[in-house]
């Protein structure tokens, strides 16, 4: 692990990865969701929170309510402009599904696809988050039997591959 975000991967015989771990890790969260299309599995929270709404954001949430249940959210309307969460997707903390909420009520999310990909990208390791090996390995694996790994959610890069051409020609060695 590089700067505790790449991951340094020999692939093959001859040939050099980086994987970023963020972007794989979404990658694969988001695969696994659409896979399950979203079965409704919620986690009870100990302690639920509240969310003060501004209209725009009620009108989203209502719009949305559904498609949140089915990810896993257990909410109720306390009174207008207010939203009690009592249960959250299994993949969430507390704080990272108020946070998701945040986003999708900001209009970060419109369609399941949409919030597939916000839900990944805040269940998602992060850049910067020190991995223990087995971690990296299990990151590694189930990037690798995931399909269309080569771009995270969002269109951006998993990783960069130079084989050995690539590296000889880096290092100005060969013809």
Not at 31 to 53: D, I, T, Y
Not at 155 to 167: E, N, S, T, Y
Request: net charge positive.
């Amino acid at each position: 692990q590089v700067a505790d975000t790449y991951l340094v991967l020999r692939i093959g015989r001859q040939g050099l990865t980086l994987l970023d771990q963020h972007a794989a890790h979404e990658r694969v969260l988001f695969s696994q969701l659409k896979a399950s299309q979203s079965r409704g599995e919620s986690r009870a929270l100990g302690v639920g929170f509240e969310m003060s709404l501004h209209p725009a954001e009620s009108r989203r949430l209502e719009a949305l309510w559904k498609d949140l249940a089915n990810l896993g959210f257990q909410m109720r309307a306390e009174r207008p402009g207010v939203v009690g969460v009592r249960g959250v997707p299994p993949l969430f903390s507390a704080g990272q599904a108020k946070e998701f909420l945040q986003d999708v009520l900001a209009g970060k999310a419109r369609t399941m696809e949409d919030l597939w990909a916000v839900m990944s990208c805040k269940a998602a390791i992060k850049a910067g988050d020190a991995l223990a090996d087995d971690e990296a390995l299990a990151l590694v694996e189930a990037w690798s039997a995931t399909r269309d790994r080569d771009h995270c959610p969002h269109g951006r890069p998993v990783a960069a591959h130079w084989d050995l051409k690539d590296l000889e020609k880096l290092f100005k060695r060969g013809k």
